[in-house]
């Protein structure tokens, strides 16, 4: 261990340990763990626990690394010097442009980090944004805004951004691999199934494309506050499309994109909405919220809470009218049964030796601040 043989790691505190953790270079690592775990204090333990898995995590990550590589060494092999991959964002959105990238990296390059950038928080793409384009040979987006999109539909404007990209870029790839997209270029090119998550230089291309077009619904968002772009960056987000009813379609929005089917708000959410407002009745009145959305024993229980003594299991009901019957007449015996069952599931689980109760919580909804409650308790 070239920078830590000669310390004494027993004669250190452990903050001086720390520092010197900080300090070894990673290919020390191994040695300095050995050294740790030699020392009997439990703090220095730790620490030795904690750079060992941090050493794992380095060694997995160069490992996909190199695996998201392969493909692209194979066609060096070949003789392409100059790869790019090509990636977009903002295909789905009912705003905004779309963005295209594509970048050219170092035959050497391995970024740690590099992956699908749906699979990265905004703060890691950032990062990693500032660490490709300053070691990338060459890079470039190209941006379409709403309007041509509209116009060419979106699966042509997607092109025209590549085009553009590759208009601006300063170098002339001898290849361009693309995310499942082949544009009418000289370039030769090739499409691959899920790109972005395989192979490297287009999972690079995927976070300069994301990053480009989020800063620019930052911009938007300044704008139109009212949308909360910033947030949904453009998406059709719950409070995206009750906005758009509220104050109208902006001049960003892709009217094609407005239709009927994507201006409806899921279920899905509309239940997500209604079981928080049902938790904010139970806390409230007192419960403890212990889950939510359980699910085992073949069933599922929106809210578990606990009630002085009781533990209760509500399930939250939402219609929008009573023509065929009320919120709480839909928990019919099977879901009864379900709902059983998994409280069961619940209760074995945990080891709890307490009395149950199953409570009901039916809105009669005619939109978010209109509409009337019933808390059932003992429903059944």
């Known amino acids: 261990m070239n920078g830590t043989e000669a310390v004494n790691i027993r004669q250190m505190t452990i903050s001086e340990i720390k520092k010197l953790i900080e300090q070894t270079p990673t290919e020390d690592y191994p040695a300095l763990v050995k050294t740790l775990y030699a020392d009997p204090r439990t703090g220095v333990q730790k620490a030795a626990l ?9 060694i997995m990550e160069n490992r996909r690394i190199e695996a998201i590589k392969n493909i692209e060494e194979g066609y060096r092999r070949k003789g392409y010097k100059l790869i790019a991959g090509c990636d977009e964002a903002g295909r789905g959105p009912l705003c905004g442009p779309v963005v295209a990238a594509v970048v050219i990296l170092p035959e050497d ?63 002339t790839p001898d290849i361009i691999l693309t995310d499942a997209l082949i544009i009418n270029h000289p370039i030769e090119q090739k499409a691959f199934i899920r790109g972005d998550m395989n192979l490297y230089s287009i999972a690079a291309a ?71 407002k049902a938790c904010a009745m139970l806390v409230n009145a ?19 809470s606990e009630d002085e003594d009781q533990i209760v299991f509500t399930e939250v009901k939402q219609r929008a009218n009573d023509t065929f019957g009320t919120a709480e007449s839909y928990v019919d015996e099977k879901k009864k049964n379900r709902i059983r069952s998994a409280a069961s599931a619940f209760i074995a689980q945990k080891g709890m030796i307490s009395q149950v109760r199953f409570d009901i919580i039916a809105f009669d909804a005619k939109g978010d601040n209109n509409y009337t409650v019933r808390h059932i308790k003992n429903a059944f």
Do not use: C
């Open 206 to 276: 995927s976070i300069i494309a994301k990053v480009t077009r989020d800063r620019m619904m930052y911009e938007y968002d300044k704008i139109y506050p009212e949308y909360n772009f910033a947030s949904n960056k453009g998406y059709g987000t719950y409070e995206h499309i009750k906005a758009i009813s509220e104050y109208g379609p902006t001049a960003i929005h892709r009217r094609t994109f407005l239709t009927p089917e994507n201006l409806r708000i899921p279920q899905r959410i509309i239940g997500n909405i209604y079981e928080d």
């Open 286 to 304: 007192n419960h403890k919220i212990i889950m939510r959305n359980y699910r085992g024993g073949g069933g599922e229980i929106d809210i578990i």
């Open 50 to 58: 904690a750079l060992n898995k941090k050493y794992d995590a380095i």
């Open 109 to 171: 390059s391995a970024i740690m980090g590099v992956k699908d950038s749906k699979k990265l928080p905004e703060s890691k793409r950032e990062e990693l944004y500032k660490i490709i384009t300053s070691q990338a040979l060459g890079w470039a987006a190209g941006v379409v805004g709403s309007d041509t999109i509209d116009k060419i539909n979106i699966l042509n404007a997607t092109k025209l951004a590549v085009k553009r990209a590759l208009a601006k870029l300063p170098l």
